[in-house]
């Protein structure tokens, strides 16, 4: 975060990262305590981001509110939104903290790799005014961070910025993953992916799939339907750190999507523009 900013919030770079820190440290403690499925399944009713809400996305929720309340004491301010909470006023609303406690909960009820907690700290309301976004992979057991003009990182180690794709001898993205994996969005849009992917991968986190091509480990992903802020905020930042490209196809510009409550946009992310432009044009549900 620039210096400028850090004066009307208070934390800097070092002490945002570390409460994310804490914070996935937390989560790590409340899936240890509730390591089954059936202990993991339990409903705990509709969310302020309108996903049904689970015994451990409100205790993770929980974890990094508590941390969130601790720096309030200590004069910081802000504003927080979270998937279950929603919108938590701290003083300030001209910053935000974008909190997705579980991204991918689903799998972490089944306790099926990968999900994550994803944590982005913007100085405005859309995508392009997020200053610093941090993804815990508790599949992988991998970090992943990144500065507004500062690049990316994963386990602390810069992310090279000039990686390109990889294509087949058919000159299709060799492999492309993909969110929102219902199977009839699939069906809707299967033909363009034949065109235009020789694998693809639906990991089951959008926020995971973002690091992924980060790390050029995949040439791009989409989401085939609209996703929240929650879910790309901080792992767009780092795709785009780490000289990746990412659009909101519904905006112009492509990253207007707003940082708020609801399903706005798909995503789309790539390590070219041209890639970015091949994946955004597939029609979705």
């Given at each position: 975060m620039?210096?400028?900013?850090?004066?009307?919030?208070?934390?800097?770079?070092?002490?945002?990262?570390?409460?994310?820190?804490q914070?996935?440290?937390r989560?790590r403690?409340?899936l240890?305590?509730l390591?089954t499925?059936?202990?993991r399944?339990?409903?705990?009713g509709?969310?302020?981001?309108?996903?049904r809400?689970?015994v451990?996305?409100?205790a993770?929720?929980a974890?990094?509110?508590?941390?969130?309340?601790?720096l309030?004491?200590?004069?910081?301010?802000?504003?927080?939104?979270?998937?279950e909470?929603?919108?938590?006023?701290?003083?300030?609303?001209?910053?935000?903290?974008?909190?997705?406690?579980i991204d991918?909960?689903?799998?972490?009820?089944?306790d099926?790799?990968?999900?994550?907690?994803?944590?982005?700290?913007?100085?405005?309301g859309?995508?392009?005014?997020?200053?610093?976004?941090f993804?815990?992979?508790?599949?992988?057991e991998?970090?992943?961070?990144?500065?507004r003009?500062?690049?990316?990182?994963?386990?602390?180690?810069?992310?090279?910025?000039?990686?390109?794709?990889?294509?087949?001898q058919?000159?299709?993205?060799?492999?492309?993953?993909?969110?929102?994996?219902?199977?009839?969005?699939?069906?809707?849009?299967?033909?363009?992916l034949?065109?235009?992917?020789h694998r693809?991968?639906a990991l089951?986190?959008i926020?995971?799939s973002?690091c992924?091509?980060?790390?050029?480990?995949?040439?791009?992903?989409?989401?085939?339907?609209?996703?929240?802020?929650?879910?790309?905020?901080?792992?767009?930042?780092?795709?785009?750190?780490a000289?990746?490209?990412?659009?909101?196809?519904?905006?112009?510009?492509p990253?207007?999507?707003?940082l708020?409550?609801?399903?706005?946009?798909?995503?789309?992310a790539?390590?070219?523009?041209?890639?970015?432009?091949?994946l955004a044009?597939?029609?979705?549900?």
């Open positions: 620039p210096a400028s900013d850090q004066g009307r919030a208070g934390p800097g770079d070092a002490e945002w990262l570390h409460l994310c820190r914070a996935a440290a989560l403690e409340v240890e305590e390591p499925t059936r202990e399944a339990v409903d705990a509709r969310g302020e981001g309108g996903d809400s689970l451990i996305d409100q993770a929720e974890g990094v509110f508590a941390l969130l309340d601790d309030h004491r200590d004069g910081r301010r802000f504003t927080a939104a979270s998937e909470r929603g919108w938590v006023d701290y003083g300030d609303p001209g910053l935000l903290v974008i909190i997705d406690p991918g909960s689903l799998n972490a009820k089944r099926l790799s990968p999900y994550s907690i994803s944590i982005a700290v913007a100085d405005g859309t995508m392009a005014d997020v200053v610093f976004g993804v815990h992979d508790y599949g992988a991998e970090e992943w961070a990144a500065w003009g500062g690049g990316a990182t994963l386990d602390g180690r810069p992310l090279a910025v000039d990686v390109a794709e990889r294509r087949n058919a000159g299709r993205l060799e492999v492309v993953g993909i969110e929102s994996a219902d199977p009839r969005w699939v069906a809707e849009s299967i033909d363009d034949c065109d235009r992917a693809l991968r089951g986190s926020a995971v973002l992924q091509v980060a790390a050029a480990r995949m040439d791009g992903m989409l989401s085939l339907k609209r996703c929240r802020a929650f879910d790309a905020a901080a792992g767009q930042l780092i795709v785009r750190e000289g990746g490209q990412v659009a909101f196809p519904s905006y112009d510009p990253l207007g999507a707003p708020d409550l609801e399903p706005r946009s798909p995503v789309v790539a390590r070219s523009r041209r890639a970015l432009d091949e044009s597939i029609p979705r549900a």
